[in-house]
T-cell receptor, first 112, second 116 residues
Framework: DAKTTQPNSMESNEEEPVHLPCNHS???????IHWYRQLPSQGPEYVIH???SNVNNRMASLAIAEDRKSSTLILHRATLRDAAVYYC?????????????FGKGTLLTVNP | DAGVIQSPRHEVTEMGQEVTLRCKPI?????LFWYRQTMMRGLELLIY????????DSGMPEDRFSAKMPNASFSTLKIQPSEPRDSAVYFC??????????????FGEGSRLTVL
């Protein structure tokens, strides 16, 4: 499985933007970049995904480097509810590559 | 939609007993995943079904673990016999497999298993 590297933890203040980095230097041309997050005592939830172009949705933005070897999840205004573990995952597009393999993720702490 | 439904939410059992965890995926989804989460090992994929057929079971720890999906609306994960090291939160997730890596996973609330 293609691997990703994320910082173990990050801290932010409420109402400020948060940039969560992810390195994936061994990404293949068909791998999608997925982000999930896990709030305390809950199952993971989908945040956003992309292939080459930057993506925006109501939860966050995903900025993908031109060489695709890194990406950044952007939370525009952090709230206390955004405190969670954020996972950056590479996902193939078919067969057994369709599975999601979670790493350690980044624990985001949001200060009031 | 009710989302992915897992039962039981909590299970406490003694070593050697059989444990059966159940999952009802979201209606219309064609892929189902079983994960296990512990502090030491994080989230591990145990098995993945597509259209009720196991596609990848390389994460199933050993013969004590088995998973079935008899139809599109039900799956079970069975541990027999259970051991204390099986204590974990077990998550079921479902998705509608889309073209090109799409198809977000929807996770259930998990089943917390404690084996004494």
């Amino acid at each position: 499985d293609a691997k990703t590297t994320q910082p173990n933890s990050m801290e932010s203040n409420e109402e400020e933007p948060v940039h969560l980095p992810c390195n994936h230097s061994t990404i293949s041309g068909t791998d999608y970049i997925h982000w999930y997050r896990q709030l305390p005592s809950q199952g993971p939830e989908y945040v956003i995904h992309g292939l080459t172009s930057n993506v925006n949705n109501r939860m966050a933005s995903l900025a993908i480097a031109e060489d695709r070897k890194s990406s950044t999840l952007i939370l525009h205004r952090a709230t206390l509810r955004d405190a969670a573990v954020y996972y950056c995952i590479l996902r193939g597009s078919g067969g057994s590559n369709y599975k999601l393999t979670f790493g350690k993720g980044t624990l985001l702490t949001v200060n009031p | 939609d009710a989302g992915v439904i897992q039962s039981p939410r909590h299970e406490v059992t003694e070593m050697g007993q059989e444990v059966t965890l159940r999952c009802k995926p979201i209606s219309g989804h064609n892929s189902l995943f079983w994960y296990r989460q512990t502090m030491m090992r994080g989230l591990e994929l145990l098995i993945y079904f597509n259209n009720n057929v196991p596609i990848d079971d390389s994460g199933m720890p050993e013969d004590r673990f088995s998973a079935k999906m008899p139809n599109a609306s039900f799956s079970t994960l069975k541990i027999q016999p259970s051991e204390p090291r099986d204590s974990a939160v077990y998550f079921c997730a479902s998705s509608l497999a889309g073209a090109g890596g799409t198809g977000e996973l929807f996770f259930g609330e998990g089943s917390r298993l404690t084996v004494l």
